[in-house]
């Protein structure tokens, strides 16, 4: 018996099955966090990127989700700037000089930060150079400004443009963000829709 059979039958009589399905679904709801960004409506779209070969396979769900770093804190441009920003091998060093320092890809890094090198990261994430795009105007109106939410909460942002990096080992494009995703978003929050706001 697991522990939610358990739980099932642990009253007086077995709860009914209506009931248990009920409570299996609450619990995988729950459990996936259906609470929604406050104040917009998500993007539609999705897209199956192919997996980005890069230097050093560098797990965003090991730092993100199990030591919960906050996205901010690597990709520290977002809130004010056009891009968001890859962290320079200094900050990866400010844990790795002793954090996991006998793994493969820590030694990997330890050289190219003794090289005075950074890694060269792939991009996974490029939109055309005649769009025009910037971070920080979304961070502002969707997290800053948005009196309901908690900053702590960043990467349910993030995700309305690159999915639940979180979750990912390694980060893959997950959105198609081409002009009818832009744009129907931007219809859907009030965002500008003249040609001019994204090409300029
Ligand atoms: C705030 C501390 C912190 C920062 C900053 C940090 N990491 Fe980590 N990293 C960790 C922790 C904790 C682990 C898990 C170590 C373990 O499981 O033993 C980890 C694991 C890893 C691993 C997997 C190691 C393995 O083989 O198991 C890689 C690769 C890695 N980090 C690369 C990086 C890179 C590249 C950067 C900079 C962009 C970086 N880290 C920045 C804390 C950090
Ligand atoms: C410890 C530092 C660290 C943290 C924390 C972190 N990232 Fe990253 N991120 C990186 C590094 C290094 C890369 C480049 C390697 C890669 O693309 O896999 C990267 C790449 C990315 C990319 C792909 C960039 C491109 O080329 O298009 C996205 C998107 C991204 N991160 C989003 C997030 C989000 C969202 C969070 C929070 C859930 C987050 N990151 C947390 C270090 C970090
Ligand atoms: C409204 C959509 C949107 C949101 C929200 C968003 N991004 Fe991006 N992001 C993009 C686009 C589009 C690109 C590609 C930009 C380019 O090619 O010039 C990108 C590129 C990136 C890159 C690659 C490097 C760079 O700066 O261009 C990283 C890293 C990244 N985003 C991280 C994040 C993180 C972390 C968050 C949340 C704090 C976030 N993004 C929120 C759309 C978004
Ligand atoms: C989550 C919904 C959403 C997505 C997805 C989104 N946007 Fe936006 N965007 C907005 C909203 C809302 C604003 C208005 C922000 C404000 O003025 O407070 C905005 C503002 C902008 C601005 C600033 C315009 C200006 O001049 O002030 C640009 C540029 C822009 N978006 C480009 C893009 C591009 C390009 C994409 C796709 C890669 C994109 N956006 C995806 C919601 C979105
Ligand atoms: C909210 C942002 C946004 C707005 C508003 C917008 N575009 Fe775009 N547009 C994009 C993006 C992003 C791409 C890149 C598509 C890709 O990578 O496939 C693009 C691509 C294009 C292209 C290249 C050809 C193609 O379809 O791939 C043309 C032409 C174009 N846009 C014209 C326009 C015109 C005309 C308007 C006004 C009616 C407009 N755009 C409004 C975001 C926008």
């Avoid at 990127?49 to 230097?55: I, K």
Wanted: net charge negative.
């Amino acid at each position: 018996m697991n522990k939610y059979t358990y739980c099932l039958y642990n009253g007086k009589r077995p709860v009914s099955w209506v009931s248990a399905i009920l409570l299996v679904l609450a619990l995988v709801f729950s459990g996936a966090g259906l609470a929604e960004v406050p104040n917009a409506v998500p993007p539609e779209g999705e897209h199956k990127g192919d997996d980005v070969p890069q230097p050093i396979h560098f797990p965003h769900d090991t730092h993100a989700k199990i030591n919960e770093i906050n996205c901010m804190y690597c990709h520290t441009y977002a809130r004010r700037s056009k891009v968001a920003g890859i962290p320079p091998t200094s900050k990866c060093m400010g844990c790795h000089s002793v954090i996991a320092t006998d793994s493969d890809r820590i030694k990997k890094l330890t050289e190219y930060w003794e090289k005075n090198e950074s890694p060269p990261w792939k991009k996974v994430h490029d939109v055309p150079d005649y769009v025009h795009f910037t971070h920080e105007k979304h961070m502002k109106r969707f997290l800053f400004d948005n009196e309901d939410m908690e900053v702590e909460r960043v990467s349910e942002v993030c995700a309305f443009c690159h999915g639940e990096v979180k979750d990912m080992e390694v980060a893959n494009k997950v959105k198609p963000l081409n002009m009818g995703f832009c744009q129907r978003c931007h219809e859907a929050n009030g965002g500008p829709s003249d040609c001019w706001a994204c090409h300029k």
